[in-house]
């Protein structure tokens, strides 16, 4: 029970670091970590989704709809204005494998 909270409390908090909307109903694999302690918090999402709903969800979210992002080989990066106090948020998408890491913290 304990770990299903630490999991639905990060993701939240990660959305709204990175302004993202909620994740594609097609999400799968998701995989949230958290890390830090009192006066830092630092969370890294995972999750797998079709290329269709990825594009959707990335035009949809306030964090990343009018961003152009980094492209790196079949991987595209996108440095996000953080939302809500943090200092950084960072989305990647492997366009080769469909995996989705969202990157957040606050220090």
Same mark, same amino acid.
């Not at 998701?30 to 594009?55: C, K, M, Q, S, W």
């Not at 943090?86 to 990647?92: G, K, S, Y």
């Not at 492997?94 to 890491?101: F, G, K, P, S, Y």
């Given at each position: 029970? !304990?770990?299903?909270?630490?999991?639905?409390? $990060?993701?939240?908090?990660?959305?709204?670091? =990175?302004?993202?909307?909620?994740?594609?109903?097609? =999400? /799968?694999?998701?995989?949230?970590?958290?890390?830090?302690?009192?006066?830092?918090?630092?969370?890294?999402?995972?999750?797998? =989704?079709?290329?269709?709903?990825?594009?959707?969800?990335? #035009?949809? *979210?306030?964090?990343? *709809? #009018?961003?152009?992002?980094?492209?790196? $080989?079949?991987?595209?990066?996108? #440095?996000?204005?953080?939302?809500?106090? =943090?200092?950084?948020?960072?989305? /990647?998408?492997?366009?080769? /494998? #469909?995996?989705?890491?969202?990157?957040? !913290?606050? *220090?």
């Amino acid at each position: 029970m !304990y770990r299903s909270h630490v999991t639905a409390n $990060g993701l939240e908090v990660a959305q709204k670091w =990175a302004r993202m909307s909620p994740l594609p109903e097609t =999400a /799968t694999g998701l995989h949230v970590e958290t890390r830090g302690g009192p006066f830092t918090r630092e969370f890294t999402i995972r999750f797998n =989704a079709p290329p269709d709903d990825l594009d959707s969800w990335l #035009n949809s *979210s306030p964090g990343t *709809s #009018n961003l152009k992002p980094v492209v790196n $080989g079949r991987s595209r990066v996108y #440095n996000v204005e953080p939302g809500n106090g =943090a200092m950084h948020a960072e989305v /990647t998408v492997d366009d080769d /494998t #469909n995996l989705v890491v969202i990157h957040t !913290y606050w *220090s």
